[in-house]
């Protein structure tokens, strides 16, 4: 895997004034229409690596809690992988799939306890120049 701050270096001092632009995944924190928190990262992770634009690597440290949050939904690995892999849909169209695996009716006591969990953690964001420890 590339260091994102040297790449960074290397193209404003040998491409000044090329513009780089890095494709950032939604925050943890940030829920879709089902109030499931993790839910669009794991998304948007998931169709960046489809597409080339990160390596399949480049989340392992979240592998943990992109396990969590499929058991909280009642979802298998391979079965989710299967469908974002397979299918060109949308996130609004993946809710719906969730739901309908799930008779339409998510487990709330679940989803409260995994949100409570991605609410509390301690989380480090590296950028080009820095690393900031955030708690959500």
Known sequence: MV???LAYFAATQFF???AIEQILPAAS???????VLHLKRYWDKSVLIKEGKYAGDAFADEWNIDITLLAA???GLEQTVRYIYSDNTDFKTFEAWILSLNNYQLDNDKINEFNKYILSRETTYTTADTTNNVTN
């Not at 924190?29 to 109030?35: A, V």
């Open 3 to 5: 260091n994102s701050g």
């Open 16 to 18: 000044p004034t090329m």
């Open 29 to 35: 924190t940030e829920p879709g229409s089902l109030g």
């Open 73 to 75: 939904l009642g979802l």
